[in-house]
């Protein structure tokens, strides 16, 4: 029989309010659970100081759950410049957590990670919660922006074993 290392994949869904978070383990084709949860930043506060609390809130995940390698899910372009600039901004922080710890970092469309998980590059978020949950038992996942993270790393792990 092979033996077949695990690796633990952080997934990261950034967002300028809530940045998900999701951290499991693969070993082929089998994945588990490790952890989940949401960075927050202050909404009132300016920008800097937002993507300041992003930043840390990320650095001490990486070095709470030591991921092997992390994954994030690319900027979409929102009906609005600004919000999209925005995004951009914290999925930079969220990137340049990754870049300090010296961990890998893979990067995954949003159609590509549903359809990793779903099987629908156009699923909605009711339904990759639907599948957290199968392919994830007993994560109970709460929070939408911590199962899309979630989704993220599973997406890697499906995609880092077939060398994509």
């Known amino acids: ?34 952890g989940h949860g949401i960075v ?31 994954a994030i899910e690319e900027t979409f372009v929102n009906v609005s410049g600004k919000d999209t600039l925005k995004l951009g901004q914290a999925r930079g922080v969220a990137m340049l957590a990754a870049a300090q710890a010296e961990v890998p970092l893979a990067e995954y469309a949003p159609n590509k990670v549903k359809k990793s998980v779903v099987g629908s590059g156009h699923a909605g978020k009711d339904q990759i919660g639907m599948m957290i949950g199968v392919l994830l038992p007993g994560s109970d996942v709460q929070q939408a922006d911590a199962a899309d993270a979630l989704a993220i790393a599973i997406c890697h792990a499906h995609h880092y074993r077939v060398g994509a």
Do not use: Y
């Open 40 to 70: 927050t930043s202050r909404p009132k506060t300016e920008l800097a100081h937002r993507l300041k609390e992003i930043h840390e809130g990320l650095c001490e995940v990486i070095q709470s759950f030591d991921p092997d390698t992390i």
């Open 1 to 34: 029989m092979v033996n077949q290392q695990k690796r633990r994949i952080l997934g990261i869904d950034p967002g300028l309010q809530r940045t998900g978070w999701g951290v499991i383990e693969c070993a082929g084709s089998k994945l588990a659970h490790v």
